[in-house]
């Protein structure tokens, strides 16, 4: 599911609300999606980067985050 709106989400640890999000990485929020009936979003698009959220536990919901150029600049 494709949401152009911030839906909190949390791990065992953080609540992500959209201003620590922009804050954490540094640029500002365009989408999110969701894979079935998950809780946290799998991708989520900013201005500058597709960030892949990865989650580092099977035993507690631990997260992270993975950027990538959305235009990046071959020379």
């Known amino acids: 599911m494709m949401l152009c709106e ?23 929020f365009e989408s999110m999606m969701f894979k079935d009936d998950e ?5 989520i698009w900013t201005v500058n980067f597709v960030i892949i959220v990865k989650r580092c536990s099977k035993m507690y919901t631990d997260i992270s985050f993975e950027r990538i150029p959305r235009n990046p600049v071959c020379e």
Not at 6 to 28: P, Q, R
Not at 39 to 43: C, E, L, S
């Open 39 to 43: 809780n946290i979003p799998a991708f």
């Open 6 to 28: 911030w839906k909190n989400f949390s791990s065992d640890t953080e609540l992500y609300t959209l201003e620590a999000f922009e804050e954490l990485i540094g640029d500002e």
